[in-house]
């Protein structure tokens, strides 16, 4: 009750029931009771005492369980530091790392697909020289029996042939020469280095069998 008479208290109930329990036995406290509660003047001088106290601490160096627990504050907060950038600079590394494996794997996968390329193009290379040989291998022979065919056409003999008969065997010349012709035109492989070119149309004089 007191208590709530105080102005400082502002009508609020005591907040220590539970200290008041134990120490109202005291004689101390006893003697309260004969006192008059404190004016408001006094809480007021009460208050700017507590402040006078505290401006008056100030810039006062700091007690020793206070100034260790700044220390240990100011310490772990130095090692937080420390772990973020550790943490950072471990991060920029696996990241600079990360990229130089993935420049290595484009440089690689480059290197095999011009390996690649690179043997497509000698697989070509080495078909297209398989097939001019062919061609030449069927050339030759075309040639080989071209030349046969107006060698045997040549040896016949004109004695007892009559105009018909001779003026077959001119046309069938004529055919052969110019089948000669087209051939050395349609191949240039045999132009000058076959063994029928070295004069007029590579074919065999009709002398020996000469009516």
């Known amino acids: 009750m007191r208590y709530k008479e105080m102005a400082a208290s502002k009508g609020k109930p005591f907040p220590f029931k539970h200290a008041w329990a134990i120490l109202q036995t005291f004689d101390k406290w006893k ?13 007021l001088r009460m208050d700017d005492s507590e402040d006078e106290e505290k401006e008056r601490n100030l810039g006062k160096p700091e007690g020793t369980k206070k100034g260790k627990q700044r220390v ?37 996968k480059k290197e095999v697909k011009l390996a690649q390329v690179e043997a497509k193009r000698e697989e070509a290379k080495r078909k297209a020289d398989l097939e001019e040989r062919m061609i030449k ?12 065919e107006e060698k045997e056409h040549m040896m016949m003999s004109k004695k007892d042939m009559d105009e018909e008969q001779l003026q077959w065997w001119k046309d069938y010349k004529e055919d052969i020469a110019e089948r000669k ?3 050395r035109g349609a191949s240039s492989t045999f132009r000058g280095d076959t063994p029928m ?6 074919g065999v004089d009709d002398s020996n069998g000469g009516a």
Do not use: C, H, Y
């Open 31 to 43: 003697l309260r009771d004969q006192e008059t509660a404190p004016k408001k003047s006094a809480m």
């Open 72 to 108: 240990k504050m100011e310490g772990e907060a130095s090692s937080l530091r420390e772990k973020m950038e550790q943490m950072m600079k471990a991060r920029e590394e696996l990241t600079r790392k990360t990229l130089e494996t993935n420049i290595l794997i484009t440089e690689k």
């Open 137 to 148: 291998v069927k050339e030759a022979k075309v040639w080989k029996e071209l030349m046969v």
């Open 181 to 183: 012709r087209i051939f």
């Open 197 to 202: 070119s070295g004069g007029g149309d590579g």
